[in-house]
């Protein structure tokens, strides 16, 4: 091996990845109970999503006085409480839609639950630490 081939700590100087802090990415604070609390609140509202859609696909599909007086979905290929059926592009507006206004619920759940496992841990969003354990150490 070549001597000119040494190492910078070999040399005297300290490395400079040794002093760095490893961060753990917003990844690591999604795993374990933020994780059910993600999969909890976007399957709640995707139940509430998919009715905000079913109410309006019927009212604008049947009027006011349809969905007033009952009639709702009563199988997920399109048929109504009454016999009738929505059209494909009814039921394609109805699953299509509830998926896209749950979409939000699940990405502020994983990312609010993540942050506030991240403060739980003594972290800040952007990996500066929380000052407290800093001036401690």
């Known amino acids: 091996m070549n001597q000119e081939s040494t190492s910078s700590s070999e040399r005297g100087a300290t490395p400079r990845i ?14 374990g109970w933020p994780a059910v609390g993600v999969a909890i609140i976007t399957i709640c509202s995707s139940f509430w999503t998919f009715n905000v859609v079913e109410r309006w696909v019927i009212r604008s599909a049947y ?6 007086d ?6 997920k290929d399109g048929r109504l409480t ?6 494909a592009s009814q039921v394609r507006t109805l699953f299509v839609g509830s998926y896209f206004l749950s979409v939000p619920f ?8 993540a942050y506030l496992n991240m403060r739980l841990h003594g972290e800040k969003f952007g ?10 150490k």
């Open 18 to 31: 040794a002093s760095l802090r490893i961060r753990k990415g917003v990844g690591a604070y999604i795993a």
């Open 63 to 68: 009027g006011a006085t349809a969905w007033d």
């Open 70 to 75: 009952g009639l709702r979905l009563a199988h």
């Open 82 to 87: 009454d016999g009738r059926k929505l059209t």
């Open 106 to 113: 699940f990405l502020g759940s994983a990312f609010g639950l």
């Open 127 to 136: 990996g500066h630490g929380d000052r407290r354990n800093e001036s401690a």
